[in-house]
């Protein structure tokens, strides 16, 4: 980051002396007031919960433009990734900064590949679980774990330890989500098998079964590869916040990755997409698109609690790049499968036809997110609905590590703790047990 010519001044109306604050710029996007001093200089902290003004951090990695709904990984507009890099090559330029090279993509691929299996232990791990459990219950568990399996990936400030325990959660996460599925389902786990692609051995791992061979639909494979590279990384959302603060204490990077996955898990952030299918299901079940006017009522009713899922973001006040190409795909795969008539998909184009003409959303900005068409693609290919947010973060993990480890790099980079403003009681005497 660059220092630049201009400062922000900060001035009391109380009389005590105004204080000059640094201003540094990025290479695109918004300056940065510098307030690490503020608290020495005045006594007082900055109050911004839910971040809305406030850059925890320097990046290099992804950068959004939510006016212009625009999507960067390192650079690369997303568009350009999705349609002409795969997954794999995706992860690689985010860890290291650029594509790979044709050798290094083939020894990147390999290196992946090689690290597929987990530890025979893990499914006797796993069987602790109740056959019910949620998906992400049994994710956030079973990434944990992996702390417990490979110690000789556990020190964070080890540059090799980093890398390996990089490369060993990005080629593990398929064989996990896909293992948490068969437990569910009382089917037997599939071993990954090393010649498919990263999203094709996932599909298998899914859906195969040792009694016939699985063969890998490409239209399907190139979907799913295609869900994993629009969520491979987002910047500073909640989790990958979570990440972050999480490793700042120098704790394992398992441990870090595992704290992700539990944030991902909520309604407002990766637990989206299982939302926005649910919510299509309630509103066909209540009579489809006939019910869409009331439903839409309900969402601009403020006591109603009712939200439009898959719709609106904190970051992108206009169309979310994804989700443009989220429809493309869901296109593709319910032609390939023959579901063009899919009810839900049709509810789905006309509740966003509707939504982007009312004024209560246009006023608000509020778009569809990547989410709103992801569900639909998922269901399609066979995915449970409850297994779509723990696809989210097989693809995210990524994203998670190469953030992770730009902190761990970072000189500036200190254990996160945030400060408050204290609103309760003030100091005061215990009564005695018949006073209270
Ligand atoms: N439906 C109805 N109203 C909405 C919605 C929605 N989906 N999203 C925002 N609003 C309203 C909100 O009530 C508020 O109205 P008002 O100004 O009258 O109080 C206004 O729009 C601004 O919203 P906000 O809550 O201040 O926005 P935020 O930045 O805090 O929240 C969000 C962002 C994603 C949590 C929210 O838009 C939301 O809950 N959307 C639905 C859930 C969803 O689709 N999440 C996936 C996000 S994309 C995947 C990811 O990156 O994790």
């Excluded at 695109?28 to 003004?53: E, N």
């Excluded at 698109?289 to 609106?312: P, R, Y």
Aim: glycine letters at 8%; proline letters at 5%.
């Amino acid at each position: 980051m660059k220092l630049a010519d201009n400062k922000a001044t900060l001035s009391f109306s109380n009389g005590s002396p105004s204080v000059d604050l640094p201003v540094y710029q990025g290479s695109i996007g918004p300056d940065v007031i510098d307030i690490r001093k503020l608290y020495a200089q005045t006594g007082m902290f900055t109050y911004d919960p839910g971040f809305l003004s406030t850059a925890a951090t320097q990046s290099a990695i992804t950068y959004i433009d939510g006016d212009k709904g625009e999507l960067l990984y390192r650079g690369y507009p997303i568009e350009q990734l999705a349609t002409q890099c795969d997954y794999l090559d995706t992860c690689y330029l985010l860890l290291n900064g650029e594509l790979p090279n044709e050798t290094q993509r083939t020894d990147f691929h390999k290196l992946v590949t090689n690290h597929t299996m987990v530890n025979e232990q893990m499914q006797f791990f796993l069987r602790g679980f109740r056959r019910d459990a949620h998906p992400m219950a049994v994710l956030t568990g079973l990434v944990g774990a992996l702390s417990a399996f490979y110690h000789d990936s556990t020190d964070i400030n080890n540059p090799q330890h980093r890398e390996i325990a990089a490369i060993r959660l990005i080629a593990k996460m398929p064989t996990l989500v896909a293992m948490a599925y068969k437990y569910g389902m009382g089917q037997p786990y599939m071993y990954p098998q090393n010649n498919l692609s990263y999203a094709g051995n996932f599909l298998r791992m899914m859906f195969g079964t040792p009694c016939e061979e699985y063969k890998v639909n490409p239209v399907l494979e190139r979907a799913l590869d295609r869900i994993f590279i629009l969520h491979a990384d987002h910047e500073q959302n909640a989790s990958t916040s979570t990440v972050r603060l999480c490793g700042s204490s120098g704790t394992n990077p398992f441990a870090a990755i595992a704290a992700g996955v539990a944030c991902l898990w909520g309604p407002a952030h990766g637990g989206a997409n299982e939302a926005a299918l649910n919510m299509l299901h309630d509103i066909q079940a209540q009579g489809g698109v006939e019910k869409i006017g009331e439903f839409i009522k309900q969402v601009k009713d403020k006591n109603s609690g009712v939200k439009l899922m898959g719709f609106g973001h904190r970051v992108y006040k206009n169309y979310d790049p994804r989700a443009k190409l989220m429809q493309e795909t869901c296109n593709e795969v319910l032609a390939e499968l023959g579901l063009e008539k899919d009810p839900l998909f049709k509810l789905a184009k006309e509740l966003e036809k509707i939504a982007l003409e009312d004024d209560y959303f246009v006023q608000r900005k509020l778009y569809p997110n990547v989410d709103f068409y992801s569900g639909i693609v998922q269901r399609a290919i066979g995915i449970p609905v409850n297994l779509f947010t723990g696809i989210f973060a097989l693809a995210r993990t990524v994203g998670w590590i190469a953030q992770l480890n730009e902190m761990i790099g970072d000189p500036e980079y200190k254990i996160g703790r945030p400060r408050q403003l204290f609103t309760g009681s003030e100091r005061r005497d215990v009564p005695a047990l018949d006073k209270r």
